[in-house]
């Protein structure tokens, strides 16, 4: 008896991206709505600066420090959660001026984790997670003290995270292609990355133009930078998921799974942009 071929498989290339389009968009709605929630919240926090955005950046980095511990211990043992006490405990230092002594702090409670958990290894990471959520929150803090421009360097600052984070997830979803890193993260693509690169670039400019910037070139390849190092620290997190075995790092932000899944990117470009800041020196706007 014949049998009825059913419609022939279709073969793709290795590499390549190939999800349906319902698929692929399944979770932009999610992202929109806890981004048009949290979004306004935090800027309006930098905006005022002072008491308000320690407090955020203070309580970031205990959500932060739960979700890397619980990842590390599959649990949250008193004296973890104690030594990283020291992460909201340098934000404070920070935003009363002691940079130096936020760092230090940083430094102490990193070799207090590493003599709790045996040292610092693959097999044992907890320590590195002092240093890994700490510069960040820590230079963001730093920054955003600076009188005459912490509020636009903050602000343009997350706007470019954000620009690339976008560019790089639209058009990824949308034209697809080859993988970027897929032994590390299966859906980032080399449309995506470069989509990113793009919308990072062109934020950058229009900050620049907006600012009366003299330096527009300047203002796009410091752009640039930013949103390279924004793909590494997202790829960076999404290894770190991958050596956990886990989809996200926790369930606090619909959308985007943990605190740690949505400021990947943040925590490596913050401390780009203080080194930045450092080598402009005081009262110039990086992004100008």
Same mark, same amino acid.
Request: hydrophobic share 55%; glycine share 12%.
């Given at each position: 008896?014949?049998?009825?071929?059913?419609?022939?498989?279709?073969?793709?290339?290795?590499?390549?991206?190939?999800?349906?389009?319902?698929? !692929?968009?399944?979770?932009?709605?999610?992202?929109?709505?806890? =981004?048009?929630? %949290? =979004?306004?919240?935090?800027?309006?926090?930098?905006?005022?600066?002072?008491?308000?955005?320690?407090?955020?950046?203070?309580?970031? +980095?205990?959500?932060?420090?739960?979700?890397?511990?619980?990842?590390?211990?599959? !649990?949250?043992?008193?004296?973890?959660?104690?030594?990283?006490?020291?992460?909201?405990? =340098?934000?404070?230092?920070?935003?009363?001026?002691?940079?130096?002594?936020?760092?230090?702090?940083?430094?102490?409670?990193?070799?207090?984790?590493?003599?709790?958990?045996?040292?610092?290894?693959?097999?044992?990471?907890?320590?590195?997670?002092?240093?890994?959520?700490?510069?960040?929150?820590?230079?963001?803090?730093? %920054?955003?003290? %600076?009188?005459?421009?912490? !509020?636009?360097?903050?602000?343009?600052?997350? /706007?470019?995270?954000?620009?690339?984070?976008?560019?790089?997830?639209?058009?990824?979803? +949308?034209?697809?292609?080859?993988?970027?890193?897929?032994?590390?993260?299966?859906?980032? +693509?080399?449309?995506?990355?470069?989509? *990113?690169?793009?919308?990072?670039?062109?934020?950058?400019?229009?900050?620049?133009?907006?600012? *009366?910037?003299?330096?527009?070139?300047?203002?796009?390849?410091?752009?640039?930078?930013?949103?390279?190092?924004?793909?590494?620290?997202?790829?960076?997190?999404?290894?770190?998921? !991958?050596?956990?075995?886990?989809?996200?790092? *926790?369930?606090?932000?619909?959308?985007?799974?943990? /605190? %740690?899944?949505?400021?990947?990117?943040?925590?490596?470009?913050?401390?780009?942009?203080?080194?930045?800041?450092?080598? /402009?020196?005081?009262?110039?706007?990086?992004?100008?």
């Amino acid at each position: 008896m014949n049998e009825i071929a059913g419609p022939p498989t279709v073969q793709h290339p290795p590499g390549l991206v190939t999800k349906s389009a319902s698929a !692929r968009w399944s979770d932009l709605r999610l992202r929109i709505l806890s =981004a048009a929630i %949290l =979004a306004p919240a935090a800027l309006a926090c930098i905006w005022f600066g002072g008491a308000a955005f320690t407090l955020l950046v203070a309580v970031i +980095t205990i959500g932060l420090a739960y979700e890397w511990i619980h990842l590390c211990e599959r !649990r949250t043992p008193l004296p973890a959660a104690l030594i990283f006490l020291a992460l909201p405990a =340098a934000v404070v230092q920070a935003a009363l001026g002691h940079a130096g002594g936020a760092l230090a702090l940083l430094a102490a409670a990193t070799i207090a984790a590493a003599v709790y958990a045996g040292g610092i290894s693959r097999a044992k990471p907890l320590a590195f997670g002092i240093p890994y959520l700490g510069l960040g929150s820590v230079a963001l803090v730093w %920054l955003r003290l %600076l009188p005459e421009t912490g !509020r636009a360097d903050v602000i343009i600052l997350l /706007l470019l995270v954000w620009a690339s984070d976008i560019g790089a997830y639209l058009v990824g979803r +949308t034209v697809g292609g080859p993988r970027l890193a897929p032994a590390i993260s299966p859906g980032k +693509t080399w449309s995506g990355a470069v989509g *990113g690169l793009f919308a990072v670039v062109a934020t950058g400019l229009i900050a620049s133009a907006i600012l *009366g910037g003299t330096a527009p070139l300047r203002a796009a390849g410091f752009a640039a930078l930013i949103g390279c190092v924004s793909q590494i620290g997202d790829l960076f997190e999404s290894h770190l998921k !991958r050596r956990f075995g886990v989809k996200d790092s *926790g369930w606090l932000i619909p959308g985007h799974g943990g /605190l %740690l899944d949505r400021l990947d990117a943040v925590l490596f470009a913050a401390p780009l942009a203080g080194l930045l800041a450092l080598i /402009l020196g005081a009262g110039v706007v990086i992004w100008q």
